[in-house]
């Protein structure tokens, strides 16, 4: 039996390996199996050189739990360790590495951690074990060795014949303040959060099943049962496999596997696949997003080599696909020591720069493969695609194939359709593309009606970054602006050279003005007065472009040096000069009367508006109820 100190000045390492190592003592059980499934793959590829020469077989890793005596098994059937290894990997190499980050980052090591580029996943054990031993029997022909340590610098290593088959057992004797570690629950939701998709099966206890019955059994007979592993993760998944293998209902299944919760289908699914200039594999699902800009839960996992790290995957993936689901792997994406904490580094901003490239060209060919099917699709994929034309310039430069501009008539455009569509009709007297949209189709309706009546289209941008997305193509492309279709009198919204009648003088008009702004007495309303068709309303409230877009760019983060804040509504209340009512109002010398007839006639245009409430309401009802007995 050999006895020795691990090889370390700092006094007693376990107590600052508990502190330092991880913020979240629960992943000792990930780094374990993290060791467990290396070296099993190490093995598998020796036996495939030629260099070990044992069977490989169908090995599996066991995670068994022995409450009574306080004990939590981890057991491989991989290459094992000689005595020699275990001096080698155990007690020097690990411990060197840990004296060095110790020394270097003593005052900042609290959630830096060191496991994974110091060989130190191991180590981990002693965050929730007061003793460790490790039983080993290597592929070699030599005898198996048992190592033993409590948590002091001391060590002690044999040979033992407890164990006769390969591989390697890790006894973890769990400390009085970790005893939730032998709870069967709390050992499941680990292995299901961090090694649901481990390469190498992971047996947890035992399950019943039911074995069918042959043919032609009786009708009353019994189906026998019997006891099998219970293996607790797919050593498969998906992303491991080539797109040629996979059918729509896989990646459909490995949706629901992810998210179990999850009972709505994705609408489709990008595969990525690369290995070069750097390796990154995973699938990325578009789930039903309509306009839900809430990313909270059921996000994109971040895996390393089927190992679960998080899902945290800010500054990996581009933050408008934050709002998709799935997973990707990579060993490439550099990590903190302890696989928790993304470091930023130029090979992530080229697979940041990779995933959006990839997402554009799925939206071309979907677009290009089946129409119909990308149009009836595209109110639940356009919170994406317009966030990442606002925030990606790369994507924003390939989007013209693939965004659409919806009518509120329910038809679709790309953006040269669309021009193609509205260029004759809706260019105005300076040679400018105006095009009219609205927000809500039914507040907005009166509106709308207006603008078609004039052989207008009016496409519907309803999602709730529509201002930032509007900004960026005004400032993007030529000669080219939008005007909401309740921004101004329609005839005012594209601006043509055509000679406006009057039935009114400018003394006729200035007496009407007067009449009407002092009516209604509120700042809130600038009264311009308008030569329109005298079918047109008497009335119309409008709410100038820029400040209400400023407005609703500030509300969804934005609204830049305007400090739009406290910044008041404010309404243009057009006024229809050559309506019938406008003569009735000059025609009327009871002052009194006059300003009633305004005041009806403004609560009428802020009814269309939806801006008549509480007690403005309630007053104007009983006014209409009022009139009707009259």
Not at 183 to 201: A, D, G, H, S
Not at 217 to 244: F, G, L, Q, Y
Not at 389 to 396: A, Q, Y
Not at 589 to 609: M, P, R, T
Request: aromatic share 10%; charged share 30%.
């Amino acid at each position: 039996m050999t006895k020795g100190n691990i090889n370390v000045s700092v006094e007693n390492i376990f107590p600052l390996i508990k502190k330092f190592l991880y913020s979240d003592h629960e992943i000792f059980l990930r780094e374990l199996i993290s060791n467990a499934t290396d070296a099993t793959l190490k093995l598998k590829h020796l036996t495939n050189i030629g260099e070990a020469q044992v069977a490989y077989g169908n090995p599996k890793i066991e995670v068994k739990i022995d409450k009574e005596n306080k004990k939590l098994h981890i057991i491989d059937q991989g290459l094992g360790m000689t005595g020699e290894e275990v001096e080698k990997y155990i007690n020097q190499v690990a411990f060197s590495g840990a004296e060095e980050f110790l020394d270097k980052y003593k005052d900042s090591a609290k959630d830096s951690g060191i496991i994974g580029h110091f060989g130190l996943g191991f180590y981990s054990a002693f965050m929730v074990a007061e003793k460790v031993e490790i039983i080993s029997k290597s592929y070699k022909d030599e005898p198996a060795v048992h190592w033993t340590c409590d948590g002091s610098p001391e060590f002690t290593l044999e040979e033992t014949t407890a164990k006769t088959d390969r591989g390697t057992e890790i006894i973890l004797h769990i400390a009085e303040d970790s005893t939730e570690f032998l709870e069967e629950n709390r050992i499941r939701e680990l292995l299901t959060k961090y090694n649901k998709f481990m390469p190498v099966p992971i047996k947890f206890g035992t399950k019943t099943e039911t074995l069918p019955l042959p043919e032609g059994a009786a009708e009353d007979a019994v189906a026998e049962t019997v006891e099998v592993d219970n293996i607790v993760n797919n050593p498969t998944p998906a992303w491991t496999k080539s797109p040629s293998e996979l059918k729509d209902e896989d990646y459909k299944s490995f949706y629901h596997e992810l998210y179990p919760m999850q009972f709505e289908e994705p609408l489709f699914n990008i595969h990525l696949n690369v290995d070069y200039p750097f390796n990154l594999t995973g699938v990325l699902y578009f789930p039903k997003l309509a306009n839900n800009l809430n990313i909270e839960k059921d996000k994109i996992q971040l895996y390393q080599n089927q190992v679960f790290v998080t899902d945290e995957v800010k500054g990996i993936v581009p933050d408008f696909l934050m709002l998709l689901r799935g997973v990707i792997d990579s060993p490439d994406i550099p990590l903190n020591v302890s696989r928790s904490y993304l470091q930023a580094d130029g090979a992530v901003k080229k697979i940041s720069s990779y995933i959006t490239k990839k997402v554009a060209d799925k939206m071309v060919s979907l677009i290009n493969e089946n129409r119909e099917d990308y149009d009836k699709k595209w109110n639940d994929i356009k919170i994406v695609i317009e966030y990442g034309m606002i925030s990606e310039d790369k994507f924003f430069e390939k989007s013209d194939k693939f965004a659409l501009y919806p009518t509120t008539d329910g038809k679709y455009f790309l953006w040269n359709e669309l021009e193609e569509k509205i260029k004759l009709n809706q260019t105005d007297k300076d040679g400018n593309l105006v095009i009219l949209y609205a927000t809500n189709a039914d507040e907005q309706h009166s509106y709308i009606q207006s603008a078609k009546d004039k052989g207008y289209e009016v496409i519907l941008l309803d999602s709730p970054i529509v201002p930032h997305l509007i900004q960026k193509l005004e400032t993007s492309k030529e000669k080219i602006s939008f005007a909401r279709v309740d921004a101004d009198h329609v005839n005012n919204l594209i601006k043509k050279d055509e000679p406006a009648i009057s039935k009114l003088n400018e003394t006729e008009k200035e007496t009407l003005k007067k009449n009407v702004e002092e009516s209604i007495n509120d700042k809130k309303f600038t009264v311009q007065l308008e030569d329109l068709d005298s079918t047109d309303a008497p009335f119309t409230i409008t709410q100038p472009e820029f400040m209400r877009r400023m407005k609703d760019m500030q509300a969804t983060g934005g609204g830049g040096m305007f400090g739009m804040g406290g910044f008041p509504e404010m309404y243009n209340l057009v006024v229809n000069s050559n309506s019938e009512f406008a003569t009735k109002i000059l025609a009327n010398e009871n002052a009194d009367e006059k300003s009633s007839q305004i005041k009806y006639a403004l609560d009428l245009a802020k009814l269309s508006q939806n801006l008549l409430k509480g007690k403005d309401l309630t007053d104007f009802i009983q006014r209409s109820y009022q009139q009707l007995g009259k």
